[in-house]
């Protein structure tokens, strides 16, 4: 029997193989089109992969993956008792925490109002206006945001002319404000482009539940609360989860641009850390270490946030 039930196992994987294999010669065009795809993700994802030993390792440029002693988690715990490494944690959780809290739904409710405006020249006009900052890198909305805020810069003539202060001073250089800074403005830059992927969506929904709502007598807000956000409720779960399995990530180019020896305290990000300790202090192994570390928390924050969506949804899955 058990012979019989092998052979019947072969048989079946083979059946599969050969029905696989024609279904494939099928999608050929397809199947070839997502090729490179797939030759990328190899060559710049799983090959560099390796590279992660080097976390494992007392690694220095002089010497090689294969050449570098191997020192298990040592860098593991000179990361747990680094006070700086620690502050940077503290600020990027700071800063992101924020743009989940005002960044989230900023995109959502002008996704909501551009939906609600008629066709015509003024709608093309703001989608226009609120996605051209994201085309813009952060060295030029940088440059624009150290004038802005320097003594004589464009916020402080503001408040100035409303009396809420007597005199200009450069806000960049005050830490305490560097965490509203940073999410504000990403969210000046995000929030325009993070309307498409609602828009698309709220385009798709059949009018005819717009005019049945109508004849109920729905107002327009009833409509919005009834219709448009349950039925773009999956695209905003899953960037609800996305949202979260990134909070440890932060914006090293924005970081960069903003950040300066006064800010500092409050500015360093776990990605200027890693990229300051990495390549202009040499210390691959340390930076390795902790972008590991990061991206396994990462992943872990991924995971909850899918569970709690589970639940929210009722046990339905993306």
């Excluded at 099928?26 to 994802?45: D, N, R, T």
């Excluded at 800074?181 to 482009?193: N, Y």
Aim: proline share 3%; charged share 15%.
């Amino acid at each position: 029997m058990l012979v019989q039930e092998r052979v019947l196992d072969k048989k079946s994987i083979t059946q599969r193989i050969k029905q696989w294999g024609s279904e494939f010669k099928k999608q050929l065009a397809l199947q070839s089109m997502v090729l490179p795809g797939i030759v990328f993700l190899i060559i710049f994802s799983y090959i560099p992969l390796y590279g992660l030993s080097i976390a494992f390792k007392n690694y220095s440029i002089v010497s090689t993956l294969s050449s570098a002693d191997w020192i298990g988690l040592e860098n593991f715990k000179i990361i747990l008792n680094d006070q700086y490494f620690w502050d940077s944690v503290v600020n990027t959780l700071g800063i992101s925490l924020l743009k989940l809290a005002f960044g989230f739904i900023t995109p959502i409710i002008l996704a909501v109002m551009i939906y609600e405006v008629k066709e015509g020249p003024f709608k093309r006009i703001v989608q226009t206006i609120s996605y051209l900052p994201h085309f813009l890198s952060w060295i030029v909305l940088g440059g624009m945001l150290i004038s802005w805020m320097s003594t004589s810069g464009m916020f402080n003539q503001i408040l100035i002319t409303l009396g809420v202060i007597n005199e200009g001073k450069n806000i960049l250089l005050d830490a305490d404000k560097y965490w509203w800074i940073a999410s504000l403005s990403d969210i000046w830059k995000e929030a325009g482009w993070g309307t498409i992927l609602y828009l698309a969506t709220m385009a798709g929904i059949d009018p005819t539940f717009y005019e049945a709502a109508r004849i109920d007598g729905a107002g327009r807000i009833r409509q919005i609360w009834s219709i448009t956000l349950p039925l773009i409720k999956p695209i905003i779960t899953l960037n609800f989860i996305l949202t979260i399995s990134g909070l440890l990530g932060s914006n090293l180019d924005q970081t960069m641009v903003l950040m300066n020896s006064q800010n500092q305290p409050k500015a360093e990000v776990i990605n200027s850390y890693v990229y300051r300790m990495g390549l202009q202090q040499g210390d691959f192994s340390y930076a390795t270490a902790a972008d590991l570390g990061v991206s396994i928390v990462s992943v872990i924050l991924l995971i909850l946030a899918h569970q709690l969506t589970k639940k929210l949804n009722d046990q339905s899955v993306l």
